[in-house]
DNA sequence: GAGCACTGC
């Protein structure tokens, strides 16, 4: 596994590379034979109590296909863009709604809905249910006088698939039709239809926790079990009862004038699941539009997936018609591993064989060159798309006529009772049968396809039908900080899946370091402010701190790039010394925390000075620098205008709670009167993140090691750390988490005395 | 000595 660049390019002109000492002693065959499964299809367990909708094929029914995908909605929409371009006359717009699959069964799916509290919706990618069932619902005039929110996992598709259904109601977006996602929304008195993100909706709960102006609620991708869908489900269960409830003796029935109508959408196998969580409700089938894919399984288990995809892509490129591949691995390491080799021998094809063009996508990648892959490949080339799990669900790529599975994914699972204040780990494992299932899926979707799966038959039949629901695997402080300000419990909620005793304990154990809740476990005046921010607890607590040390200002700037979703440092395998050259200047001896705010305030001066030449055009030659002056040092500038916008989000917030965040370092008047009790600035800061992230925290060694304050564990500094290296007597981190070995990332150094004045604190708090 | 994917009044 340890290969340098170098041997790591000598080892890719053997065609039978060892990837790791484990499989030295396989003797790959050349060919890998593979075994057609197309007649015998995986079990879906789908045992249908009620109506399949749309039920002109009655056999269907029994036998539904295998590519079930998850992300209908935004399917729903990318497939009928194509369509917005010649049809924007109304007319073709109510046709194509009339084309959908799910159309012939509008009625029947009104009636059932009309008839119960809850509905499960099972529905096939292509459907169209996302798009449809908010507008049956609204149109049928279920709804009332309420408001039908539909719920999203992912931001792009509530916003873009309220885009398209403002389009066929023919009303202007945030009218009828609108949404509701993180730092942007379009919705008014009028909106009846509303797409929102899962978080969303459950930081409405927690201003109105009877939901009163939905009268229909649909949790849409309930299958892809995020945290948030978890805690709706169970909140909707127990609003229900509320709202629906039997009118109590004597009260006038106050709770039957607004009841609540719930509607599950799921497109994987585990309808019932929730179907008996919501006691038997009854399940609605609905048919997709999904083009034939041929499975092959090959005949062995291939160990060496990364090798065994590269020998199948070249016998798809060598024996069958053009059309794109797409081939799932699971981390960055193996794509650009994967794609260098086929590069390299797709430069020895014999004559006559189509070129070859590869793209990557992953995660860590810029923006630019992940959206290459949505380019057409040029005459006579067969493109290969290299990907991990991030064209699964949240991305559609066109022309994919094949799919290589390598049957692996990464996964972070959080491991409450290792190392103290609770271990991330992230680790290579099998895939689910139903991201199989996605991922075959991937072929279907432009006509007939086909998918090559790197494992036997077997070993599908004995994946997981399922991924376990995130509330059993993350951390769950942030969720149980929130539940506490409605006076609710996790472990008294009525959930799917109840996560692990271990797992609560230890994050009351961090809410309690935090001084977000006391003695006895209750909600804090401090954890109130901290629930406020849309942040982990731990730097919601680092802003609260920052009050005392006067440096609140720097302390959100921090914070905001570190909380922004994707990456402030673009890392390629091959320029990461000239990267690391060009970001020097932005070093700051205390570690990465500060140099953070070195590049948010380098950042912040590209845009100040290209300010001072005004006039027409400006803005877009402002753009252009910060976009150059980002490329130049590797750095994402998406990640740096996200966390722009999360902190002015951050700072509404404060302003809310009486916290004064334009409090700095820089504006300060005397040593004595300020808040920062005389502390430089960056003493001040990373005290402010001390308290947030003291769990997080780790002393030095005799040896030179670092070893946990509050768990037993050594932890190493992570290699991409400007603390690497570097040996000082206490450090703090963003987050450990356990890859190859036990990493810590995002380190700083903390003030020696720091601990002893944190431990009084804690001690005057209890 | 090296990173799966999402999200937040």
Not at 671 to 695: N, V
């Amino acid at each position: 596994m340890v290969q340098t660049n170098g041997q790591f390019k000598q080892k890719s002109h053997q065609l039978w590379r060892d990837k790791s000492k484990k499989n030295q002693q396989r003797k790959p065959s050349k060919h890998i034979p593979w075994v057609d499964v197309e007649d015998d299809e995986p079990k879906t367990n789908l045992k249908r109590h009620g109506a399949m909708v749309n039920g002109d094929n009655p056999n269907r029914r029994k036998k539904p296909r295998h590519s079930y995908t998850n992300s209908s909605a935004r399917e729903s929409v990318q497939n009928d863009a194509p369509n917005q371009a010649g049809p924007s006359s109304p007319t073709s717009i109510q046709e194509q709604r009339k084309q959908l699959p799910i159309a012939q069964g509008r009625e029947a799916l009104v009636e059932e809905i009309r008839a119960n509290d809850v509905t499960v919706l099972l529905g096939e990618t292509g459907s169209g249910k996302t798009t449809q069932i908010p507008q049956y619902i609204f149109e049928s005039g279920i709804a009332g006088t309420g408001v039908i929110a539909i719920t999203q996992p992912r931001r792009v598709a509530a916003t873009s698939l309220a885009t398209r259904v403002a389009l066929e109601q023919e009303s202007p977006l945030g009218k009828l039709v609108g949404y509701s996602v993180r730092f942007d929304e379009k919705y008014n008195h009028d909106t009846r239809i509303k797409y929102m993100t899962d978080g969303m909706i459950v930081r409405e709960l927690l201003a109105d926790p009877n939901l009163s102006k939905y009268s229909v609620v649909i949790v849409d991708e309930a299958h892809e079990r995020t945290l948030r869908t978890d805690l709706l489900l169970a909140n909707l269960k127990k609003i229900l009862k509320t709202r629906n409830g039997p009118v109590a003796p004597g009260a006038k029935g106050k709770n039957q004038s607004n009841p609540l109508k719930v509607v599950v959408m799921s497109a994987t196998l585990d309808a019932e699941k929730f179907s008996a969580f919501f006691s038997g409700a009854k399940i609605l089938y609905i048919q997709g539009r999904q083009h034939p894919v041929k499975i092959y399984h090959s005949a062995e288990n291939q160990i060496d997936y990364v090798d065994s995809a590269m020998r199948t892509f070249f016998q798809i490129h060598i024996d069958r018609p053009l059309g794109d591949v797409l081939i799932f691995l699971p981390g960055q390491e193996d794509i650009e591993s994967l794609q260098a080799s086929i590069e390299h021998f797709a430069k020895r094809l014999p004559e006559g064989v189509p070129e070859v063009l590869t793209c990557a996508m992953y995660a860590a990648q810029d923006q630019r060159k992940n959206s290459q892959v949505f380019s057409a490949a040029p005459p006579n080339t067969r493109k290969c798309i290299l990907a991990t799990n991030i064209a699964e669900t949240s991305i559609t790529i066109p022309g994919v006529k094949y799919v290589i599975d390598t049957g692996k994914c990464k996964e972070k699972q959080f491991l409450a009772r290792a190392a103290g204040g609770g271990l991330d780990t992230l680790l290579t494992r099998d895939i689910t049968q139903s991201s199989a299932m996605q991922r075959c899926g991937r072929a279907g979707r432009e006509g007939a396809g086909f998918c090559f799966r790197l494992y036997t038959d077997k070993s599908f039949k004995d994946m997981e039908v399922s991924a376990q629901p995130e509330i059993v695997r993350c951390s769950l402080a942030s969720s149980i900080l929130q539940l506490r300000c409605l006076d609710l419990h996790l472990e008294e909620l009525d959930l799917m899946d109840a996560p692990d005793i271990d797992s609560i304990q230890s994050s009351l154990k961090t809410l309690w370091l935090l001084g977000a809740i006391d003695n006895t476990g209750k909600l804090t005046q401090a954890g109130r402010e901290m629930a406020a921010f849309p942040l982990e607890p731990q730097y919601a607590c680092a802003v609260v701190a920052s009050k005392n040390y006067g440096c609140t200002s720097e302390v959100l700037d921090i914070v905001a790039v570190i909380s922004a979703s994707s990456k402030l440092y673009i890392d390629v395998a091959e320029q990461r010394e000239s990267a690391a050259e060009v970001r020097r200047k932005f070093r700051h001896p205390t570690g990465d925390h500060m140099t953070t705010l070195n590049v948010v305030r380098a950042y912040r001066e590209v845009t100040a000075d290209k300010n001072v030449v005004s006039g027409p055009g400006t803005g877009n030659k402002e753009k252009s620098a910060k976009k150059e002056w980002c490329r130049k040092h590797f750095l994402n500038e998406q990640a740096l205008s996200e966390a722009n916008d999360i902190r002015k989000q951050l700072e509404t917030v404060c302003e809310r709670n009486n916290i004064n965040h334009t409090l700095s370092t820089t504006s300060r008047t005397s040593q004595k009167d300020d808040d920062s009790k005389g502390y430089a600035e960056d003493e001040a800061i990373l005290r402010s993140f001390g308290h947030g992230l003291a769990e997080n925290s780790a002393f030095l060694q005799p040896d030179g090691s670092y070893k946990q304050t509050m768990g037993p564990s050594a932890v190493k500094i992570h290699p991409s750390s400007t603390m690497c290296e570097k040996k000082v007597p206490a450090i703090i981190y963003d987050e450990l988490v356990y890859t190859n070995s036990i990493y810590a990332r995002g380190v700083s150094y903390i003030p020696k005395g720091f601990f002893s004045s944190f431990a009084a604190f804690q001690q005057r708090k209890a």
